[in-house]
């Protein structure tokens, strides 16, 4: 587990590092997937800038909304130690968050430039698990969503990290890396997907319902507090709740316009 990366004077974050890898791949598959949508190539790229940028900000946002509580809860600690709580605040991100800011990006642009959004997303679509394992990776060099206590096959003993400091205490189970491995799996079965039937289906909307399952069932493996519970469910679960019958919607939809539109060809 390497937090950071060593390039001689240069300290770098492993996985803002290892993140942007993942975004550099997952732009240029877009750009090559782009023509089967008509949509430009330089569009690709201008669009998911502006997205990463809103991927940044909402991810932030988001982990301040998590971790709320529990500064409340340490109000007492929080007065005598302001730089630290507002470090530790904005310390973090949040996948949901991230994802929900990068939609706003490419809704921003779309619409600003008159681009069809639903086109753009499709082709985003099966990229997004890949950038997404890319950042797993980085969470398990980084030592963050870390498992819960496990003591099986694969159990990870963490080293100390000065970041995290109940990292360590116990062996854990690797849950960045089954999920990094799930969402490569997830992106190989998107692209394929997307290779044959991609204009019957809303590719995104599949994508949202493949990764909240996912997800909602993961967040029974993490063993990181400060993803924020809720009624005895964890906020990323209550946001794969919501975001399922999103996907459906998106899908049903798509299958109906479909639908129509062989209609009204058969009319004429």
Not at 6 to 31: D, K, R
Not at 46 to 67: D, P, R
Not at 226 to 255: C, D, H, M
Request: proline residues 4%.
């Amino acid at each position: 587990m390497h937090p950071l990366l060593h390039l001689g004077p240069i300290e770098l974050p492993t996985y803002g590092s290892i993140i942007f890898i993942g975004l550099v791949i997952g732009v240029l598959v877009a750009v090559f997937t782009s023509k089967k949508y008509n949509i430009e190539k330089l569009d690709i790229v201008l669009s998911t800038i502006l997205a990463s940028v809103g991927l940044i900000v909402g991810a932030k946002i988001l982990y301040l909304i998590t971790v709320i509580p529990e500064i409340i809860r340490n109000i007492s600690f929080v007065k005598g130690h302001v730089l630290e709580t507002i470090s530790y605040a904005f310390g973090g991100f949040v996948f949901y968050g991230g994802l929900l800011g990068a939609l706003f990006g490419y809704w921003f642009y779309c619409k600003w430039f008159k681009i069809d959004l639903g086109k753009v997303l499709n082709i985003i679509a099966p990229v997004i698990p890949l950038v997404h394992a890319f950042g797993r990776i980085g969470c398990f060099m980084g030592g963050c969503c870390y498992g819960i206590e496990y003591h099986g096959k694969f159990a990870i003993q963490f080293p100390d990290n000065e970041f995290v400091s109940d990292l360590s205490a116990v062996p854990r189970f690797p849950v960045q890396l089954l999920e990094a491995l799930i969402n490569f799996i997830l992106f190989i079965v998107l692209i394929l997907i997307a290779r044959k039937i991609h204009k019957r289906y809303s590719m995104f909307g599949l994508y949202l319902i493949c990764y909240a399952i996912i997800r909602f069932s993961l967040e029974f493996l993490r063993g990181d507090v400060e993803r924020g519970i809720v009624l005895g469910v964890s906020t990323s679960q209550w946001i794969s709740l919501l975001l399922l019958p999103i996907g459906f919607y998106l899908i049903l939809k798509k299958i109906k316009r479909i639908s129509n539109d062989i209609c009204l060809n058969r009319l004429y």
